[in-house]
């Protein structure tokens, strides 16, 4: 038995996995689709569009919406362009603005979100010094005066002199189109290709640019670029730190103002363990000064995601924005702006400088810049490493497994608790990294992932399982009583038709007096009073969890403890028995009523070791036992009529119903059985059967044992104190004349009491 045990159990798992193979299949198939557009085997936009909203949601949702006093915004807003001027501005009330923040306002760094690609033309010294050399060549004093005056109305150059020896960090923009143009004096690169040494970097590449004029780009010779970097929905979500052109990198404006901020720390791209001298990825740019370092984490592309503080604007609270018109006019109070660093800007709509953000449809390009320099003051923000695509794989790979392998198992509120917890898991966990170590990784793909298993395996369980089950109710709906079939449909695999040996409680049940009623009524009567009381003891036999074998002319089939498993088997079926009695005793009411004779009912009950299962032909089949057990509880039921009573039980029936009152009857070899079976009476569940029929019951047992011991004397004695015996009348005839035939023979001392029966 040993040996048996593991090849029954691996059996039974092997034959599981076959019948599960095909949802097994069906509850991996998300995972593999969900691993293709991870690893960028067959991207899903749609995937990519859902990572994006569910980043943006997070964002919202746990943006500080404080104030950051730090950074301060110089406004080109429309108030300015009415008071001021049209934009473009004259240098020299750049230069003015620049002088006012710099030295009265003593701001510790001046970015400028703007660039100034074309001279400045507005004070007239060109058409002046055209004029000197053409039609005003020969007046007198006119050259002279022109050369006195020429630097008070050369703004370009007033302006450059403000900027000169200043911590200004002016802006400019790459392009990137079929000609490739250039415009202006672009900054020294911060990377260099020789600094690379032949390794290679994902930075956004540019064929083109719009930069400063020379004499601007060399008195302030730190630049930055506002290239914004859009997704494909237009949303500005990150910004890059480093972009290409022409095989050298150029830093942006906010990495700019930040190293201005720091005394210009050298930039070095930082790389992760394990790449190669041709590639390697980049995991940062790192800062070297002094022998210091920090490191700014990146993206692949050496961009960072945008930690927007609020909705953005003036009213966004997350900056405070000062008019450009009201730090010309010098209505701020001196050193207001003490040690800050501050972004010119424009939100005004005309200027066109602004961008969809996650946080706002028209966001001022110059306040994502200010975002951007507050996280690098912070020393953190979010990012999105270098291992986030490992990362994604793992997590689709673990759930994936872990719903793949149980799913298929599951009933539905199983099933959906499953997917319920690992959805909560993984978004729990994603949330936690995000808000404890600034990390964004991918979430939208393992999601849909769990929500698509989980649909999967719910519509496979409906569309498929629900036929077997359909096939399954169909199949057992008239044998068994309904909410036993609910307990097979919620478990199909646990029932089959095939024949199995099994201990059950089989039933036979006679209808006593048909001969006569039939001999009285009309067949369509006949037929509506058979229907009427089948139904009946049919309603029985199913409230107490029977199942229907067959209906046999005027007898009754039926069984307990399959193909539902009752341990309790024998108690029902008595239960039944006892219950059908009573129903028919109430249809003898109604028929004396209605003039007609009444019936009896004769009930068989064995329990033992049958055969149980689909049988038949290739024609006919039905679900049914056989055995020698049933054929014992067939010999039963015909022993109602010998001893006067509407049920017998066989031993084995009573020894599992010990909740009733049994009344014995005899021992008993029946056609077809060489040993002597007990047989026994139910009287009623225990606590209904009391006083006197209880004392009757006492007496009986005691005259039936002296009776079996061959004590005449005592049976003599005895016998009017069992006139009452709760099994009637008839019980007492038979037994009567038993006594008169044994007390005349001599004493058997191998006598067991059992009487021979040699019909059925």
Excluded at 4 to 18: E, H, N, T
Excluded at 574 to 594: G, I, P, S
Aim: glycine letters at 10%.
């Amino acid at each position: 038995m040993t040996h048996q045990a593991p090849s029954v159990k691996a059996r039974s798992w092997g034959a599981a996995l076959r019948r599960r193979g095909l949802r097994l299949l069906v509850a991996f198939l998300p995972m593999l689709l969900a691993l293709l557009h991870a690893s960028g085997a067959w991207r899903m936009p749609v995937l990519d569009r859902l990572d994006q909203i569910i980043y943006d949601i997070r964002l919202r949702a746990t943006m500080p919406r404080t104030l950051d006093e730090r950074v301060v915004i110089v406004d080109i807003d429309e108030r300015s362009l009415e008071e001021v001027g049209h934009w473009p501005w004259g240098r020299d009330k750049l230069a003015q603005l620049t002088q006012e923040l710099l030295e009265r306002q003593q701001a510790a760094v001046l970015g400028f979100d703007v660039v100034f690609s074309e001279p400045d033309g507005s004070s007239g010294l060109r058409h002046l010094q055209h004029l000197a050399q053409g039609a005003l060549r020969d007046a007198p004093g006119y050259g002279q005066a022109l050369q006195k005056l020429a630097p008070e109305l050369d703004f370009d150059q007033r302006f450059a002199e403000v900027l000169r020896g200043q911590s200004v960090v002016l802006g400019y923009y790459f392009t990137s189109d079929r000609d490739g143009g250039a415009r202006g004096q672009l900054p020294q690169p911060v990377v260099t290709r020789q600094q690379l040494m032949g390794q290679a970097l994902r930075a956004t590449a540019w064929n083109g640019h719009g930069s400063n004029i020379p004499s601007l780009a060399q008195a302030a010779p730190v630049a930055g670029f506002f290239n914004a970097m859009s997704d494909d929905d237009g949303v500005v979500r990150s910004l890059p730190l480093l972009a290409q052109y022409q095989g050298q990198y150029y830093e942006s404006l906010a990495l700019a103002v930040f190293r201005t901020l720091l005394g210009l720390p050298e930039v070095r791209p930082s790389f992760a363990a394990g790449g190669t001298q041709e590639w390697a990825a980049v995991q940062g740019i790192e800062l070297h000064q002094d022998g210091r370092s920090q490191l700014i984490p990146t993206d692949d592309r050496l961009a960072v995601l945008v930690p927007y503080r609020g909705p953005g604007g003036q009213r966004g609270g997350s900056f405070s924005y000062v008019s450009a018109s009201d730090v010309l006019r010098g209505k701020l109070p001196a050193a207001q702006l003490r040690d800050k660093v501050v972004l010119v800007g424009s939100t005004a709509p005309g200027l066109q400088d602004l961008r969809a953000t996650p946080v706002g449809g028209a966001y001022p390009g110059v306040e994502a810049h200010a975002n951007l320099v507050a996280r690098f003051l912070d020393g953190q923000g979010p990012v999105q490493p270098d291992y986030a695509l490992g990362f994604d794989l793992a997590q689709i790979a673990i759930a994936g497994l872990l719903l793949g392998l149980l799913l298929p198992w599951m009933g539905a509120g199983l099933a959906l608790a499953l997917s319920i917890s690992v959805f909560a898991a993984l978004v729990g966990l994603n949330l936690w990294l995000f808000l404890s170590h600034s990390l964004v990784f991918p979430l939208a793909t393992v999601l849909v992932m769990v929500l698509l298993a989980f649909a999967l395996n719910m519509s496979y369980g409906y569309f498929v399982e629900s036929r077997t089950k359909r096939g399954l109710a169909h199949l057992f709906g008239t044998y068994v009583p309904p909410e036993l079939v609910d307990e097979m449909v919620r478990e199909p695999e646990r029932y089959s038709m095939q024949a199995a040996m099994r201990e059950l409680t089989v039933m036979f049940c006679d209808i006593r007096g048909f001969t006569t009623l039939s001999e009285r009524m009309e067949p369509v009567q006949l037929q509506a009073l058979l229907n009427t009381l089948f139904s009946r003891l049919t309603h029985v036999i199913r409230q107490q969890r029977g199942t229907i074998d067959k209906y046999m002319g005027d007898c009754v089939m039926a069984f307990w403890g399959a193909p539902v498993t009752a341990p309790d088997h024998a108690h029902l079926a008595v239960q039944a028995a006892l219950d059908m009695v009573q129903a028919v005793h109430a249809v003898n009411t109604e028929h004396q009523a209605q003039g007609l004779p009444a019936i009896g009912v004769g009930v068989g009950l064995n329990t033992g070791p049958m055969c149980v299962g689909d049988m038949g032909s290739d024609v006919r089949r039905s679900y049914t036992v056989i055995g020698d057990a049933v054929n014992l509880g067939s010999r039963l039921e015909g022993l109602c009529k010998a001893y006067g009573v509407e049920i017998v039980a066989s031993e084995s029936t009573r020894a599992q119903a010990p909740g009733f009152v049994w009344l014995e009857l005899d021992r008993v070899c029946v056609k077809g059985k060489e040993q002597a079976v007990a047989i026994y009476h139910p009287l009623g569940a225990v606590g209904q059967v009391e006083g006197e029929r209880l004392q009757a019951l006492e007496h009986w047992h005691r005259w039936l044992a002296a009776f079996r011991a061959q004590q005449w004397p005592v049976c003599d004695e005895l016998w009017p104190s069992v006139q009452s015996n709760p099994a009637g009348a008839k019980l007492l005839d038979f037994y009567a004349q038993r006594l008169q035939e044994r007390r005349v023979l001599p004493y058997d001392p191998d006598w067991d009491g059992a009487t021979h029966f040699d019909t059925k």
